[in-house]
């Protein structure tokens, strides 16, 4: 039997239609006076749906950012770890954080660098890295349509190249740190190639004493 497609309201008659928003949760019944009238009505729902869920997903740099950190910082050092909550939250979301994530820009990713000026390279590098992370992520997630980032670069000045110790040096210092709580980390540098960071971040799931 054919739905009935008009509705009569004392002396009006009334075209109605009942809509199922896109997630299947939200309902309308909507009205009108003409089938015209009551077809404007339903698109114009259909497009308020469309902008509530899109406003929905289209969360904060902050927001993102955090759920970003919590994916990716699992398999990280501790030492790693602060580095980067650091850039975050130090560096890059006082500057953007409270910025809609698809309203991100070129002109933001400026901002956030304008503010590290004067810093040397290295420093400038590390927001710079962090926050091409957090947007290259966004992008291959389908968050935003393309990372602004790409063609941001670092300032500040390249660091003068550093000399290695000679032979005679490395005996010198050991002599002046042996039984000294320093030696170790300082042999693990001299003779592991470890960064201080990485000395400091060491973790014993890093360490293979056999072999």
């Known amino acids: 039997m054919a739905r009935k497609k008009e509705t009569r309201y004392g002396k009006y008659q009334y075209f109605r239609k009942r809509i199922t928003s896109p997630d299947g949760i939200r309902h309308a019944t909507i009205y009108g006076r003409t089938q015209a009238e009551r077809d404007e009505k339903v698109e114009a729902q259909k497009a308020a749906w469309a902008v509530e869920d ?37 560096n890059i979301c006082p500057v953007i954080g409270a910025k809609k994530l698809s309203e991100i820009s070129s002109d933001d990713v400026a901002d956030v660098m304008a503010k590290r000026a004067g810093l040397s390279r290295s420093a400038q590098e590390k927001t710079l890295q962090t926050l091409r992370r957090i947007l290259a992520a966004a992008e291959d997630a389908g968050k935003i349509p393309k990372d602004p ?7 500040g000045k390249k660091p003068q190249a550093k000399l290695a110790l000679t032979e005679k040096q490395v005996t010198s210092l050991l002599d002046a740190i042996k039984g000294l709580p320093v030696e170790l980390p300082i042999r693990l540098g001299l003779f592991a190639g470890l960064r201080r960071e990485e000395v400091y971040g060491l973790q014993w799931r890093d360490v293979h004493l056999e072999g």
């Open 54 to 90: 899109a406003d929905a997903k289209d969360i904060f740099f902050v927001e993102y950012a955090k759920e970003w950190y919590r994916r990716v910082s699992g398999d990280m050092t501790q030492q790693r770890r602060a580095v980067i909550a650091r850039e975050i939250n130090n």
């Open 149 to 155: 980032s790409k063609h941001a670069k670092p300032g």
